[in-house]
């Protein structure tokens, strides 16, 4: 007993040793402060990215939803015809017939049948969302978009870039047909300022959707949206045309309407149309024109959009 109780104790003193200080390290299942604090730091971070990354998905399927909805539409396709044949057709007779009169610039009149097709692209945005109201297809992209913010930018993204396209395309199509005819006449797509009338008329038909598209959420009637936005483009300009000739308010009101002002954005580099003339109804000076135009476009939108988030569908 004697020999072995010193050997006991000693292996005893070495086991002690070895074993871990329960009182200065911390438990594996029992995580640290600082391990805490910096999980509850990392756990709103991640929500928040799994949140993004669903609103994302969220939206694209919304925009596809939406160019599904458009694209499947007998209207959308016979307007887009519509619009592109008109701007094209009278944008290339007009090149060609100018050329053959030794016009100096007859390329400059590629864009002479945007306002002609700027008729029927109001006619496409109004129909976007009035065609839903009245058939009452807008309870059902409700249901699969509740959340109503994000239906009406789906629906504002998709009709813009589609009206876009009718646009760039309708002017690349009348270049194509006046170039047989009137030659380097007719204009170069290399060149800026004839590129521009490209963007610039795809711009405008965009703007003009939008516009025609807010008034349609505002007046829920096709007739009423398209009858608004051709009086606010043309109508409304014969008498203050008239009134213009003895006041010069007429002049001020007429150089805002949308008509006037989406020549800055189809002539985006002044080959047509001057600005900054004083007295005149192109006393603007270009970008403040252009901006104009831009707000016509996204007031209305605007107003739908607090209107749509208030008003019973």
Partial sequence: MSATTPMTHTFSSLESSM???????????????????????RAPAAQAAASSGRAG??????????????????????????????????GAALVIALHQMEDPKPWANVVGGT??????????????????YTSGQIHSSLAAVPRRGRLLLAKATVLSLF?????????????????????????????????????????????TAMLAMGLGFLMRSTA??????????????????????KWEWATTVRALEPGVLARA????????????QPGTVTFLEHWQAALGFAL?????MVLAAVVFSRRDA
Avoid: N
């Fill in 57 to 90: 998905q969220a939206f694209w399927r919304a925009l596809r939803s939406e160019w599904v909805k458009l694209r499947t539409l007998r209207s959308t396709w016979v307007t887009a015809a519509l619009a592109v044949l008109l701007t094209a057709g009278f």
């Fill in 19 to 41: 074993e871990p200080d329960m009182t200065t390290s911390p438990s594996p299942a029992q995580p640290s402060t600082a391990s805490r604090r910096s999980a509850a730091h």
């Fill in 115 to 132: 306002q002609l097709g700027q008729i029927v692209v109001a006619v496409l945005g109004a129909l976007a969302i009035t065609g839903e």
């Fill in 163 to 207: 009206s876009f396209v009718i646009g760039t395309l309708s002017v690349v199509l009348a270049w194509v047909a006046s170039v047989p005819f009137a030659g380097e006449a007719a204009g170069s797509l290399t060149d800026a300022t004839y590129l521009g009338f490209v963007w610039g008329t795809g711009l405008t038909y965009a703007g």
């Fill in 265 to 276: 954005v189809y002539d985006p580099f002044g080959a047509i149309q001057q600005w900054g």
């Fill in 296 to 300: 016509w476009a996204l007031v209305p």
């Fill in 224 to 245: 009423g949206a398209v009858t608004l936005v051709l009086s606010l483009l043309f109508v409304v300009d014969i008498p203050l045309a008239l009134a213009a000739m």
